[in-house]
C-alpha cells in the first residue's frame, strides 16, 4: 500500500493526515493536539518529512499510525 503524507503546518490548526494513494482514503488524521503531544514526547521530528530515505520514511508512518491506534484505545 502506498501513502501520502499531507501535511498543512503554518496555519492556525496545523494537521497531518495519511492518504491511501491509490483510494484517496484518509487513513490517519492529526490535529493540533496530536502533534503537539507527538512533539512533547519526542515522537515527532517535522525536519524528518524531508527525507528522501524510504526506510526512514516508512518506520515514521508506521509510528503514527501505531500512535492514532493507541489514542483510540484511550479511555
Avoid at 5 to 23: F, G, S
Wanted: charged share 30%.
Amino acid at each position: 500500500m502506498t501513502y501520502l503524507i499531507d501535511t498543512w503546518l503554518d496555519r492556525p490548526q496545523p494537521y497531518l493526515r495519511i492518504v491511501n494513494r491509490r483510494t484517496g482514503e484518509v487513513c490517519a488524521l492529526l490535529d493540533k493536539e496530536a502533534l503537539n503531544e507527538l512533539r512533547d514526547q519526542g515522537d515527532l521530528d517535522l525536519h524528518e518529512l524531508n527525507s528522501r530515505e524510504l526506510l526512514a520514511l516508512k518506520a515514521w508512518v508506521r509510528n503514527l499510525f501505531l500512535y492514532r491506534y493507541a489514542q483510540a484505545l484511550r479511555p
